[in-house]
């Protein structure tokens, strides 16, 4: 069998460690590969290779360290099937899906492209008299980036392209349930002509993320994840003194407008709901109907195209509409998931349970679900699913679909599917959610912009790549120079103003 090891100082190596995981293929439910699990010595010493290439990657000039992205952009392009079979072979999403993966973390990697543009810092002529101030955004030192399962290739490309650019050198700590393509992607970086040591992949699980959060000389952490283990992360990384951003987990609401247009919304609701078996932090798990009529309506357009879904593997080709679930743990929690929204009153409009794929009876396929009538205060609404099981809650006002979102703890993102613009840009201005699609489900901002959720969804003051990443990965330093023109004789005791 295939063992998965890490990427360090150039090197695929197997590790030293005792400690294995095994990657399934989530299709057939076998075991494919085993990945290393890191020790906290294996961490260290990546650390120190890291914190030595770094020295000489920031005084490569910010125009040379982009050319190097514009050749990895290149590669990406040249590799794009065999990053996306890799990527499907261990997550289970479709071919077309984990194009798109690699594809939304390719477009942060042209984005940092513009490293120099965003890197040229601040200058006042003539601050005073004979006095200029400038201030430089230099990079942080060694950085490192822990991130899920669901995107491999995109959530890592939004973190090292951002670190990369800036002039640091960064350790990245995949999910173990995934490791192929983040070990693909250091090595198309170093084909690219990136030294060896500024980018490493170091696979492994608590150990090894336990070694990052106290390590002295790594100096931010970005995290991509669960909620609890974001708050753990977040809270362990900043009492450490380091610079940490979190982003956690999600319960993205659609609000449907009796005003709607309910085939695009039902449309839109599909999509959003079961790609990616559901395994994406801005799928829409609860449909949110105004008024009876609106929800009896959705319901009549939403059975018959959920019925219809195909869910198959990925060697099916363009045919299927969504996979397996990564793990027989994230199924098993689905459907005790599923079980108590039946428990505790809801009902199934569509019912996904007991699906079985022929050929494929030990993967781990989910059928699709849909629940109707489902309250506040039942676990399929509370909770973040992460399956194929859409929830429709309903409400009898805007005021009280607002509301509903308001009040979830979570506050990743968020829809309304309306024609009226006063209702869509009320919404819009007083939904405390971090990203808001008006007749959008999945409003994913692109590169240039940033990503990031509210409450309970994100951890930390800046947000993912745009311009906040270069806020991240840099810190300011402001230069106040005066020369003897500027000089007056005499010390002077006041604090100086402004005069
Ligand atoms: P996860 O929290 O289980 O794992 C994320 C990372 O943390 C992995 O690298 C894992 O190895 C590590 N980890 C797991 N348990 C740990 C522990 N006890 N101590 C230290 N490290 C630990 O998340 P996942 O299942 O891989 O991903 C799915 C979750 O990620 C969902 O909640 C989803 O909403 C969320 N997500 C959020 C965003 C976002 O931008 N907000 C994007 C994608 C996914």
């Not at 543009?117 to 200058?123: N, S, V």
């Not at 679909?401 to 829809?415: I, K, R």
């Not at 270069?470 to 023109?485: H, I």
Request: charged letters at 20%; glycine letters at 12%; one cysteine or more.
């Amino acid at each position: 069998m295939e063992t998965l090891g890490h990427y360090v100082a150039g090197e695929q190596v197997t590790g030293q460690g005792a400690r294995f995981s095994d990657v399934f293929n989530p299709a057939t439910g076998e075991v494919q590969a085993r990945v290393a699990l890191a020790s906290a010595e294996e961490v260290g010493r990546a650390v120190e290779i890291a914190a030595e290439a770094q020295r000489g990657w920031a005084a490569v000039n910010p125009q040379r360290r982009a050319r190097v992205l514009m050749t990895f952009v290149q590669l990406l392009n040249r590799d794009m099937d065999k990053l996306a079979e890799a990527l499907s072979r261990e997550h289970g999403k479709t071919l077309p899906d984990a194009a798109g993966d690699v594809q939304r973390g390719l477009e942060v990697v042209e984005y940092c492209i513009g490293a120099p543009q965003m890197l040229k810092g601040e200058f006042t002529d003539s601050a005073g008299p004979g006095i200029d101030m400038y201030s430089m955004r230099q990079p942080l030192g060694v950085c490192a980036g822990i991130t899920p399962f669901n995107f491999p290739a995109m959530i890592p490309m939004w973190m090292f392209a951002p670190a990369i650019a800036c002039g640091n050198a960064f350790i990245l700590k995949p999910s173990e349930r995934d490791p192929s393509v983040p070990l693909m992607l250091a090595e198309l970086l170093e084909e690219a002509g990136l030294p060896k040591g500024v980018l490493q992949v170091v696979n492994g699980d608590k150990e090894a993320v336990d070694a990052i959060l106290d390590h002295p000389v790594i100096q931010s952490i970005g995290f991509v994840g669960s909620t609890p283990i974001a708050e753990y992360i977040y809270s362990r990384g900043c009492a450490n003194g380091k610079r940490v951003q979190c982003f956690g987990g999600a319960k993205n609401h659609m609000i449907v407008m009796p005003d709607a247009d309910m085939d695009q919304a039902a449309d839109a609701l599909v999509g959003a709901g079961y790609g990616a078996a559901g395994e994406r932090c801005m799928a829409i798990s609860v449909a949110v109907p105004v008024g009876d009529e609106t929800a009896d309506r959705l319901v009549e357009k939403l059975v018959p195209r959920i019925e219809a879904l195909k869910v198959g593997p990925y060697t099916s080709g363009a045919d299927v509409d969504y996979g397996p679930v990564v793990t027989a743990a994230a199924k098993s929690n689905i459907e005790k998931l599923v079980q108590s929204g039946l428990d505790q009153g809801a009902t199934l409009a569509v019912d996904g349970r007991g699906f079985s794929l022929q050929g494929y009876e030990d993967g781990f396929f989910l059928g699709p679900h849909l629940f109707d009538h489902a309250t506040k205060d039942m676990d399929i609404y509370r909770k973040e699913i992460f399956g194929p099981v859409l929830t429709q809650v309903r409400t009898q006002s805007y005021e009280e679909a607002l509301g509903l979102a308001m009040d979830h703890e979570y506050g990743n993102g968020v829809a309304i599917f309306t024609r009226d613009g006063d209702a869509a840009r009320d919404f819009a201005n007083r939904v405390n959610v971090g990203m808001v699609g008006i007749n959008v489900p999945i409003p994913v901002p692109l590169a240039y912009h940033t990503f990031g959720g509210w409450k309970k969804s994100a951890f930390g003051d800046l947000n993912q790549h745009g311009p906040d990443a270069f806020r991240f990965y840099t810190r300011t330093k402001t230069v106040t120079a005066r020369w003897p023109s500027g000089i007056k004789e005499g010390g002077e005791f006041t604090i100086p103003v402004m005069q």
